[in-house]
């Protein structure tokens, strides 16, 4: 099992905005290699640092749907440019098991990130893959995607997760 354990939903936690890295240490390697683990294992497309309990801008990501794994690893990421059109896609989220709603964003992004080998980097998103980053990236500025939902349906998924964490705490 991954050393690393995933927030649910409501944590105070989950509402930071998390600080820029400015090392990257190998503590920060590790927990990047140990975050994907844990995305892996709870078949996850993307993480967030926060989601772990650690307030640091890093998010690890593979929106490959089979077949080989193509896991980035995005270190201070940063939307430079999206796209006037819009798309919607049903998210899902790590911190909020069992919950899919379809939000619409931008189509595609330009994000600019520091690699895990410290290199700046650039990279086009489209698709799925920019639905996931800028989902991503909004973990690091403390919103969810419940957060672009009304206020209604959010305090419902919010009730429902309320319940599960008892739930997940009676079984400890
Ligand atoms: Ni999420």
Redesign the pocket.
Known sequence: MSKLSIIIHPDPRLKKVASPITNITDRIKQLSADMLEAMYEAS?V???AP?VGITKRLVVMDCSNEGEKKELILINPEIVWSSEENASFE??????PDVREEISRPLSVQVQFIGIDNTRREEFFNGLWATCIQ??I??LNGK??IDYLGPMKRSSITRKMIKLKKQLNRKK
């Open positions: 996850g993307g993480l967030a989601q998210e899902g989220c790590l911190s909020i989902h991503e909004d973990h969810l995607f």
